[in-house]
Structure formats: C-alpha cells, structure tokens
C-alpha cells in the first residue's frame, strides 16, 4: 500500500503511468485475496500478511487456492494456515488431559505432517483409553510416514483385519505400502492391484509400478507408467492441472528405469 502511494506521488520520476498502474494493480490484487481468504474464514494474521507483505503473500495464496495440484498448497499454506489451530488444540489438550483431546491433537499433527508429534500424540491418547481404533489406524500411518514400517504393521494389519475397507479404502493403501517397504512384495502387489481395482489414484499407480520393478518385471512397471502419463496428458485441462506432479514424478520414474544398469 505503501508502495502505491510513493509511486502515485512519484508518477514522473519513477517512469510515469506505468509503474504506478502495475503497483495499482498489485494492491488491487492483494485486497481480492484478502477477501477471499476472509471469505474462506482464514486466520487473521494471513489477511495481514497478505494486505501488508508488498504482494508476496497474496501470490502465495493465489497458488495455493487456485493453481491446484501446487507443492506449495501441500506444504508451506497448509503448515501456516494450521497453526493457530494447533495452537489452541495444544492448550485444550493441556486443559481437559482426555483420550479425546490427544486424539484431535494428533490428527491436526499427522495431517501437516509432523509424524512424531503425532505419534507422541496418538500414544498419550491410547495411554487413556487402548482400545480406540480410529488412533491405533493414524498411529500406524504415522509411523509408516517415518519409515518404520516394522512397527506400523501390528497396528494396519490388526485394523485390516477387523474393517477392511476402513477410511475409504484408504487403510488398504497404506498396508500394500507398509508391506512393500517391509520387502513382503507379494503381498504388497495383491493390496495394490485390489486397491487399484477400486481407485485409480495417480500416486498409487505410480508406487505400483515401483513396486513391479522391484520386483523384476520392468517392462510391465514400465507399461504402467506410460499408460498414466498418457491418461494425464489427455485428460481434461483441470484435470491436468491437478495431476501434473504425478506427471512429473512418474516420468522421472520412467527415466530412472530407462538408464542403464552398471
């Protein structure tokens, strides 16, 4: 805001009309922002930011809200934007010390992925009352996003068991993955190809043909990632919008396998 009105005093000395247009603009813009994200019911603090950062945060916005598919939309806005709630979660969960409470702690942890904060979480809530399936299911997921796959397992396996279809399908996924990283391949290739059967989510196909290579059959692991990128690039525009990091990340794939081995 500043800057627009140095430049609106200043027309004639810092290149005339134009600059003062573009910083017109420039403001203009970050007040949509700022509507859309009180619209949104964001947190204070971010409209300020937005309305007070010279534009900076106002294109952050913009690429998290509208350029979907963005790596900033699934890290650095999500971290932000949740903060203040976790803040009041932390001191609700210091107030009331119940399962419940850690519980919610716990999901807002695990969902701006701060897996051992989560973990740490989901076990005070199971130190309350054990027998939660909801935090033994987030607490598998938790520990299968920091690698430890081995200690993961009781807690899926024991969920398959009971609800297969638990989170939409959902807990099949992260088992076919808990089982591939802990080398039970097989297994892990029925749990894709029956999750696969119903859900054709780019991602999972991706560590589906990762998997087939590490099985060995590459040309089939190969055949799978050519099919995605194909499915992406002639899909629907919005489509390709919010698919193209899998695009991205299944031709890199593709050209790791395509190098020569030795």
């Known amino acids: 805001m500043y800057r627009l009105f140095y430049y609106l005093q200043n027309v004639d000395s810092v290149g005339g009309a134009l600059a003062a247009l573009l910083a017109l603009l420039g ?23 937005i309305l007070c950062s010279g534009g900076v945060f106002a294109l952050i916005y913009f690429f998290t809200q509208y350029w979907e598919g963005s790596r900033i939309e699934y890290g650095l806005w999500k971290r932000l934007s949740m903060a203040g709630r976790i803040r009041d979660l932390e001191g609700q969960t210091k107030r009331l010390n119940t399962a419940a409470s850690f519980e919610i702690l716990g999901d807002a942890y695990l969902s701006i992925g701060k897996f051992p904060a989560a973990e740490a979480a989901y076990r005070e809530s199971l130190q309350r009352q054990p027998d939660i399936f909801d935090v033994q299911v987030r607490l598998g997921y938790a520990l299968l996003e920091m690698d430890r796959a081995n200690e993961a397992w009781p807690f899926l396996g024991k969920a398959y068991q009971q609800k297969p279809d638990y989170d939409n399908d959902q807990l ?32 999972v196909q991706i560590e589906y043909a990762q998997l087939l290579v590490q099985m060995g059959e590459r040309t089939e692991g190969k055949a799978k990632l050519e099919e995605l990128i194909n499915d992406i690039e002639y899909s629907p525009r919005y489509a390709r919008s919010r698919e193209r990091r899998w695009s991205r990340a299944a031709k890199k794939l593709l050209r790791a396998i395509n190098e020569p081995v030795g």
Do not use: P, T, V
């Open 172 to 203: 099949i996924w992260k088992l076919a993955r808990c089982q591939a990283r802990r080398g039970n391949y097989q297994d892990a290739r029925n749990l894709y190809e029956y999750f696969l059967r119903k859900h054709s989510y780019s991602e």
């Open 27 to 49: 403001f203009m813009f970050s007040l949509w922002m700022a509507y859309d994200c009180w619209r949104r019911g964001g947190e204070f603090y971010w409209i300020w930011l």
